[in-house]
């Protein structure tokens, strides 16, 4: 990393969070995520209600199909 780079960094770290964590420390965090962290995350998000689709254009009869099993098109 350039100094620049450095600065921006720490600049934003104690900006947005109070606190300076090295760029080890956060990665440290992010390798500690699990497959079951990301799972979790996903069932809380993603949900039919949540979910918004829109087509332009002709849809081939396959893929509408495959659509309207998974979702309630209106």
């Known amino acids: 990393m350039t100094s620049d780079e450095l600065a921006g960094f720490y600049g934003g770290e104690e900006s947005l969070t109070g606190t300076i964590r090295?760029?080890?420390?956060?990665?440290?965090?992010?390798?500690s995520v699990t497959a079951e962290d990301i799972m979790n995350v996903a069932q809380e998000i993603i949900v039919n209600e949540k979910i918004n689709l829109a087509a332009i254009g002709?849809?081939?009869?396959?893929?509408?199909?495959e659509a309207q099993s998974i979702f309630r098109l209106v």
């Not at 090295?22 to 390798?31: G, M, V």
């Open 22 to 31: 090295t760029p080890e420390e956060i990665l440290e965090k992010i390798k």
């Open 58 to 65: 002709s849809i081939p009869d396959k893929i509408k199909k």
